[in-house]
């Protein structure tokens, strides 16, 4: 039986999708206040629990083959992605779990110091390599249905906003791609003990998004561009009045002034492993548009 956390996230409810489809046993860790009917639906086992509480993580693990973690670290980085990871990998030791399917970011390892969330996914990265446990990292550049709803708006309006330099690069992955990629890992013994970049087939500018969106719209884009120092000045002018925001806005902030790229020798080494062809981000968005 799979193990995923972060189940009903637009990762983790595709893969959750995607094991019952395949007929696979899967328990789908959600929260009480979450929408999992359409897992429950599909013959998932539904465990309602807390990533907090170190009993749940236990009894969650009870009689688990195969842990898929896939959740996000809300408000609090330390918490969910770090404490919560850190105690499913030493529960999946004990419980002598087969593999631990840990979804990363690209970037990890660059040690940014303004992004609560990249630092805690890398010391996570790091225990689960030293931790015996079998492993498979990987780290996906930005998810493709981010952008569906400012496609939908561009849709309606023709409107983009883009913060930041327009020519940063990035290679943003199908998600659908990345949740075969991360059912795929558990028996995939070529991605066994691997860290693994994950990125789409190819890389844009970040101003490229928004002529993609008017090939699909077929309408002439109008794109405001606010620069990076304007938005910084946004974000000093919050953290005077709520320093937690501003701090969780490191994160955000990374993401808009760095680059998050794959290399057409990543993108082949992960074709290969797990013998698909990764599709493009105009390929992603066309089939959501309809």
């Known amino acids: 039986m799979f193990l995923v956390t972060g189940a009903t996230g637009s990762l983790g409810r595709r893969v959750v999708h995607l094991l019952r489809e395949r007929e696979e046993s899967v328990r789908a860790f959600v929260r009480l206040n979450a929408r999992y009917g359409d897992l429950a639906d599909r013959g998932a086992d539904i465990f309602v629990g807390d990533l907090e509480n170190e009993r749940d993580i236990a009894r969650s693990l009870r009689g688990i083959r195969y842990v898929i973690s896939t959740h ?8 969910l992605m770090y404490r919560a990871n850190i105690e499913l990998i030493e529960q999946s030791k004990a ?3 087969e593999h631990f399917t840990f979804v990363s970011v690209l970037g990890a390892d660059r040690g940014y110091e303004d992004a609560p969330t990249f630092k805690a996914k890398r010391v996570v990265e790091s225990y689960l390599q030293g931790s015996g446990v079998n492993y498979t990292i990987l780290r996906p550049s930005g998810f493709a249905n981010n952008l569906l709803p400012l496609a939908e708006r561009f849709r309606d309006t023709g409107f983009y906003l883009l913060i930041g330099d327009p020519e940063n ?3 943003i992955i199908s998600t659908d791609d990345l949740a075969r990629i991360t059912a795929d890992s558990a028996r995939n013994e070529a991605a066994r003990q691997q860290v693994l ?3 789409g087939p190819e890389i844009i500018q970040r101003g490229d998004i928004p002529k ?3 090939r699909i719209y077929q309408r002439e884009p109008f794109v405001v561009n606010i620069p990076l120092p304007l938005f910084d000045g946004a974000r000093g002018l919050l953290g005077a009045f709520n320093p937690d925001a501003e701090r969780d806005l490191g994160t955000l902030r990374t993401l808009l002034a760095n680059e998050f790229f794959c290399t057409s020798e990543q993108v082949a080494q992960v074709e290969a492993i797990y013998g ?4 493009s981000l105009e390929q992603f968005l066309r089939r959501y548009s309809g």
Do not use: H, M, N, P
């Open 72 to 79: 996000g670290a809300g408000r609090d980085a330390t918490a």
């Open 95 to 97: 419980q002598d779990v």
């Open 169 to 171: 690069r990035s290679s």
């Open 197 to 199: 970049a994950v990125g």
């Open 212 to 214: 993609i969106f008017s």
């Open 276 to 279: 698909l062809k990764l599709e």
